[in-house]
């Protein structure tokens, strides 16, 4: 029988999510530092829909790597583990990346910024798959009850709070104090702390406890991962979620500036309700997913977060004070956000066990793998749709169509997303 995780070793397992902090800095603010709008402090650096394109590759390198990495990890045989060598040098490709992405090459409106940002992007979420996806694959490994894979996972959506709470609201301040480059070096050095709990703390079950799936190919691998119908009614919702999240999450700064006629800094007036009351509803749903299960919770959050993503498109149109209207919609957003955050790698960790009954491999972090390579993709897709919808339709002020078509578009998809998942066959 197992020995049950203790909360110590949850919190710091949580605490290895913000490995990928500068993540969210790069998702909401590099398309907005590169091509500002009109009446914004910054300099123009780059034409919008090449930055588009640069998104665009750095997902694309990004969901590539993330089912060939898994594979790799999950058949590698070293003293360090299956999982460790990936998560440090992964993480030190990320932090560089992360930093330099934040000084380009030409001081000014040049295609040659949206090149070195392209690269950089690449190289960025390379190291975010090497360093993350063996960190996830870790939970089904150290976690065997369902129990405990509920309590790592609500210790992980803690610390994604965090780090909503960091990305939301102390960000914005930071960039206006400090700018992007040494707002850059801050995450970084939080992030770093949070691979080492993880490297240091965590030791993975011996090999020869272990059935890894050195006989099975990378193609073989993925058919059978891609063809696992519970894993596909899984991920096409979730991927669907990633889009729409990603793309509310990037054009946030516009819509605060242009839409609403207020500053970057007040970006935090919709993140930070949402972080707080996400934080306060853990403990709820954490009760509620062990009564009504993760399916039904799920699909809650889901229906939930239409609402806000929905009303997010009348931002300063409507006569509501925008502040008033922000930190409303903030409120709802969090409570909607809160199972979204907390359930998807669980949901994995149950769909491995079945795969290991079929297979008779321990195959996580290829299952993480190719989940990110669906999802990252979608992440890619929001950058272009984000900066097609801008560049058609406008994002200056008196001509914000894009702005608010991009909410919208983001609201629909989610009712798509909740219709596939009532198909999905596992209840609790």
């Known amino acids: 029988m197992s020995q049950k995780i203790s909360i110590l070793k949850a919190l710091l397992y949580g605490y290895g999510s913000l490995m990928g902090l500068g993540s969210g800095l790069i998702v909401s603010w590099l398309l907005y530092y590169y091509c500002p709008p009109s009446g914004s402090s910054l300099p123009v650096l780059a034409p919008i829909a090449f930055m588009g394109i640069a998104i665009?590759?750095?997902?694309?390198?990004?969901?590539?790597?993330?089912?060939?990495?898994?594979?790799?990890?999950?058949?590698?045989?070293?003293?360090?583990?299956?999982?460790?060598?990936?998560?440090?040098?992964?993480?030190?490709?990320?932090?560089?990346?992360?930093?330099?992405?934040?000084?380009?090459?030409?001081?000014?409106?040049?295609?040659?910024?949206?090149?070195?940002?392209?690269?950089?992007?690449?190289?960025?979420?390379?190291?975010?798959?090497?360093?993350?996806?063996?960190?996830?694959?870790?939970?089904?490994?150290?976690?065997?009850?369902?129990?405990?894979?509920?309590k790592l996972a609500t210790y992980q959506a803690f610390f994604n709070q965090v780090s909503l709470i960091i990305g939301g609201s102390v960000v914005p301040i930071l960039l206006t104090l400090v700018g992007f480059f040494n707002t850059a070096l801050i995450l970084t050095a939080i992030a770093t702390t949070s691979m080492l709990g993880i490297v240091l703390v965590f030791k993975e079950k011996p090999l020869e406890e272990i059935r890894i799936a050195k006989g099975m190919g990378l193609w073989k691998a993925l058919k059978i991962t891609y063809t696992n119908r519970i894993f596909l009614v899984y991920l096409i919702p979730t991927a669907i979620l990633v889009l729409s999240t990603t793309m509310i999450q990037m054009v946030i700064p516009y819509l605060v500036k242009v839409s609403a006629g207020l500053s970057e800094a007040d970006v935090a007036l919709f993140y930070t309700p949402l972080i707080i009351v996400s934080l306060a509803s853990l403990p709820l749903f954490r009760a509620l997913v062990h009564r009504h299960g993760k399916k039904k919770m799920y699909l809650v959050g889901m229906a939930m977060l239409i609402i806000p993503a929905f009303l997010l498109t009348f931002t300063g149109s409507i006569g509501i004070d925008p502040r008033i209207y922000l930190i409303l919609l903030g409120i709802v957003a969090g409570i909607a956000v809160t199972p979204l955050l907390m359930l998807p790698n669980a949901f994995i960790a149950d769909i491995t066990d079945i795969d290991e009954k079929i297979t008779g491999y321990r195959r996580e972090a290829i299952y993480f793998g190719s989940q990110g390579f669906v999802t990252k993709s979608m992440a890619g897709l929001a950058g272009v749709l984000t900066s097609l919808f801008l560049e058609t339709f406008g994002y200056s002020p008196g001509a914000d169509m894009g702005i608010r078509l991009t909410t919208g578009f983001s609201a629909i998809i989610i009712i798509a997303a909740a219709l596939i998942f009532t198909r999905y066959p596992l209840e609790k």
């Open 56 to 150: 665009l590759f750095g997902r694309v390198v990004d969901a590539v790597s993330d089912p060939l990495i898994g594979y790799w990890s999950d058949i590698s045989v070293t003293r360090w583990g299956r999982r460790r060598p990936f998560i440090i040098w992964g993480f030190v490709l990320m932090a560089l990346s992360q930093v330099f992405i934040w000084r380009p090459i030409v001081q000014g409106y040049s295609l040659w910024n949206a090149i070195y940002a392209t690269l950089l992007l690449g190289l960025f979420w390379l190291g975010f798959t090497a360093a993350i996806a063996p960190y996830l694959a870790l939970l089904p490994e150290i976690a065997t009850s369902v129990e405990d894979r509920v």
